[in-house]
């Protein structure tokens, strides 16, 4: 049962997430949005130290930049992370402007249907805010 967020509580407070993304930047800008919503942050810069991190019912959420490492290496990772705990969730960064896939990805890299989509839709969250 799904309950809402008590009162001055972001509704993602105790969720915890682990980070790997080779691009130190785009690493920090994550975590740091993440971490304004009360999630705690695990970040990982290399797979092998993410292997290291990860632990079954741990992390709420895996998130892996699959742009930043050879194919072989990403799917290597998420399949044994799959076997040893079937429930564990994966979002799969692929860069803007369509930046998460919730299943392995048929091509790792994002492919832009319009080049100023990603400007409108952040034109548009500006405008909301």
Do not use: N
């Not at 290496?73 to 803007?96: C, H, N, T, W």
């Not at 919730?102 to 969250?125: D, G, H, I, S, Y």
């Amino acid at each position: 049962m799904c309950r809402p967020p008590l009162r001055g509580r972001p509704a993602l407070a105790d969720k915890k997430v682990l980070l790997i993304d080779r691009c130190h930047a785009t690493r920090e800008a994550r975590g740091a949005v993440l971490r304004s919503s009360g999630v705690e942050v695990h970040e990982a810069e290399e797979i092998p130290a993410a292997r290291f991190l990860w632990q079954p019912d741990v992390y709420d959420l895996v998130m892996l930049d699959v742009r930043r490492y050879s194919r072989a290496e990403a799917l290597e990772f998420y399949e044994k992370i799959r076997v040893a705990d079937p429930r564990q969730q994966f979002a799969l960064l692929m860069g803007s402007p369509r930046y998460l896939s919730l299943t392995w990805p048929t091509e790792v890299m994002a492919r832009e249907k319009e080049p100023q989509q990603w400007a409108e839709t952040v034109r548009r969250f500006v405008t909301a805010a």
